[in-house]
């Protein structure tokens, strides 16, 4: 009688054996972790990290024990004197000059620009007067604010807005302008077309649609353009420089260059302003970081 060379079935529950150049092999190893790039990882972090905690200690600390003692070791008496040395150099003012200068430039550049974006792509395409505005914002990227300094300098002059907060708001919604209405556009572009045209059965007119569609389905994105903007312009140092003199009306960059400049040996009170000046940004990005991330990554699963 013959016997038969066939392999048994595999038993119910039992993976069945995988076959690889003609070898029978058993179930599949679990996937190794990449050791390396969490060794990198866990690195690279370390690198970002120690700069932050030399800054904190190092804001806390008199400048005797900051010249005695090893940078990175925390101090054993820390102190608030630098940061109050720091407010007593006027850095409320600075702060709020900044806040009125973000936010009076940052919402709204948005708000325009978002309605520009919503009227870019609904009637773009059947409009040359949209299009040319589209083709000009996107040639407003390719102008550097360094290479216009001049002649913002010259209108602000003629205008008679020289040393004023305005002066600075004004050309920094011009040049946030056609970033957002790129992004924004973009945006809106991948809602649906569906969606506007039942909003239009439903009796809902341009003015609604923008509203009540565009602008909860664009949230990601506005939020994303309002950080960035926001972070561009309390960063900025180019126009405050160029179009303010008093010290009144210094924001918080310009006012931390000078305040270097003032206290350049006192380290941690010049590093206790550093803090002061990044609170915000953190705060900022601590609110709307689930939002921005979206907003950034919006699209790429399409």
Avoid at 92 to 100: G, M
Avoid at 266 to 291: D, E, H, K
């Amino acid at each position: 009688m013959a016997v038969s060379t066939r392999p048994a079935p595999p038993i119910s529950g039992e993976p069945a054996p995988v076959r690889h150049g003609g070898r029978r092999h058993g179930p599949a190893s679990p996937r190794r972790g990449n050791r390396l790039g969490g060794a990198f990882g866990w690195l690279w972090l370390l690198v970002v990290l120690l700069p932050i905690y030399w800054i904190v200690i190092t804001s806390v600390k008199t400048r005797a024990t900051y010249y005695a003692q090893n940078p990175l070791v925390p101090p054993a008496d820390p102190t608030l004197d630098n940061y109050r040395q720091v407010f007593a150099a006027g850095f409320a003012r600075y702060f709020a000059n900044s806040l009125v200068v973000t936010a009076g430039t940052t919402l709204p550049a948005v708000l325009v620009s978002f309605m520009a974006a919503y009227a870019i792509v609904r009637g773009g395409a059947a409009s040359r007067f949209l299009r040319t505005v589209n083709g000009l914002l996107l040639m407003g990227l390719a102008i550097p604010l360094q290479a216009v300094v001049i002649p913002i300098y010259l209108i602000i002059i003629r205008m008679r807005m020289y040393d004023t907060l305005m002066a600075i708001i004004l050309p920094s919604i011009a040049f946030a302008i056609p970033l957002s209405v790129l992004v924004l556009a973009n945006f809106i572009r991948d809602v649906p077309k569906e969606l506007f045209e039942s909003m239009r059965l439903d009796g809902a007119g341009e003015w609604g649609t923008l509203w009540r569609l565009a602008f909860p389905l664009s949230r990601p994105a506005l939020v994303t353009v309002t950080i960035y903007q926001g972070l561009a312009v309390w960063n900025g140092f180019i126009l405050p420089l160029i179009l303010t003199q008093s010290p009144e009306r210094r924001t918080l960059p310009l006012a931390l260059w000078s305040f270097q400049g003032q206290y350049g040996v006192n380290v941690p009170a010049v590093l206790a302003s550093v803090v002061l000046t990044t609170l915000p940004i953190l705060v900022c990005y601590a609110v709307g970081r689930r939002q921005l991330l979206s907003g950034l990554t919006a699209g790429f699963g399409k």
